[in-house]
């Protein structure tokens, strides 16, 4: 999944970048909210942690002009821990979630996951698919006999992001937007080697192949 970082705190951002990048989110990084805007804008994000303090641009101006904009990307804003007023004000603007300063980033990573699991209309607490669970947390897949695959971070992403898509014909471009950042090697066919690998480990009927169309993970399977 990818995730943008509008945070103009240099040390916080550099620390939730790596922290973020380990727990599975291809994540993309501003520091003002001028170019944070135009990034959410521009490119098809998962989700968005949105500091509310921001140069240039504050964050809740941001969050109001996307939503403007028709852009529904969930977001999670960073507030001050006693400024009551500015969560307030941004639920209404259109934020998903807050989180106060200062913050645990294993908090902060459920929030995100809970905001996902939300979006993707997920009532349950885990990310599942054809009798598999994945282990967001450990970035490992059980499979309905009981078995337990490791997965590279883009094997993750990938899996993560066709469990939460099920029975949607994926583009290799789409998937490609959604596993990598922004400043990473984007060749989609990259995909193809990525989705073999997880047949390899998961069967090769987890993933189907809809030729000139792209991919799909069908649902229904057991």
Known sequence: MRLLLVEDDADLARGLEDSLTSAGFAVD???????????GSEEPYDVVVLDLGLPGRPGLEVLRNWRADGN??????????DAWQEKVDGFKAGADDYLGKPFHVEELL???QAVLRRRYGRAENEVSGQG???DEERQEVTTPDGKTFALTGTEFRLLRYFMLNPDHILSKER????????????????????????????????ILTRRGQGYIFPAGRK
């Open 29 to 39: 990084r501003s520091d003002n909210g001028i170019d944070g805007q135009y990034l």
């Open 175 to 206: 998937l490609t937007e959604h596993v990598y950042a922004y400043d990473e090697d984007k060749d989609s066919n990259v995909i193809e080697v990525y989705v073999n690998r997880l047949r390899n480990k998961l069967g090769r009927d987890t």
């Open 132 to 134: 598999m669970v994945l």
């Open 72 to 81: 529904d990307v969930p977001v999670v804003i960073l507030t001050a821990r």
């Open 110 to 112: 459920a929030r995100l």
